[in-house]
């Protein structure tokens, strides 16, 4: 299997572990307050929406991942979502670590 696929299915897993916030005014309040550790962004989001959620994440230097589509993002989760925030570490060292092994 390769990188992307698991990187995809570990956030499936982060969403049954109840690790994983959806919605973008959801995930930007939760990094408010400091609780996301990474921001999966889709690649085909709104240019006002990208802005909102990467401001927002720039103030505390949280990783961003937008490698992903809305339609892949919303498969892995099983909810149509754009922006999902992980607020778990190990979840999200995981799958910073799966993207970087070349997904």
């Given at each position: 299997?390769?990188?992307?696929?698991?990187?995809?299915?570990?956030?499936?897993?982060?969403?049954?572990?109840?690790?994983?916030?959806?919605?973008?005014?959801?995930?930007?309040?939760?990094?408010?307050?400091?609780?996301?550790?990474?921001?999966?962004?889709?690649s085909d989001v709104q240019d006002n929406t990208a802005e909102k959620v990467n401001r927002a994440a720039r103030k505390d230097n949280i990783p961003m991942i937008t490698m992903f589509t809305s339609i892949e993002l919303s498969k892995a989760i099983g909810k149509k979502r754009k922006v999902l925030g992980l607020t778990d570490a190990g979840f999200a060292k995981a799958l910073v670590k799966k993207i970087n092994e070349g997904v």
């Amino acid at each position: 299997m390769q990188n992307r696929q698991k990187a995809i299915n570990l956030l499936g897993l982060a969403e049954r572990a109840g690790k994983l916030t959806t919605g973008t005014e959801t995930v930007i309040n939760e990094l408010n307050k400091h609780k996301i550790k990474a921001v999966i962004m889709a690649s085909d989001v709104q240019d006002n929406t990208a802005e909102k959620v990467n401001r927002a994440a720039r103030k505390d230097n949280i990783p961003m991942i937008t490698m992903f589509t809305s339609i892949e993002l919303s498969k892995a989760i099983g909810k149509k979502r754009k922006v999902l925030g992980l607020t778990d570490a190990g979840f999200a060292k995981a799958l910073v670590k799966k993207i970087n092994e070349g997904v």
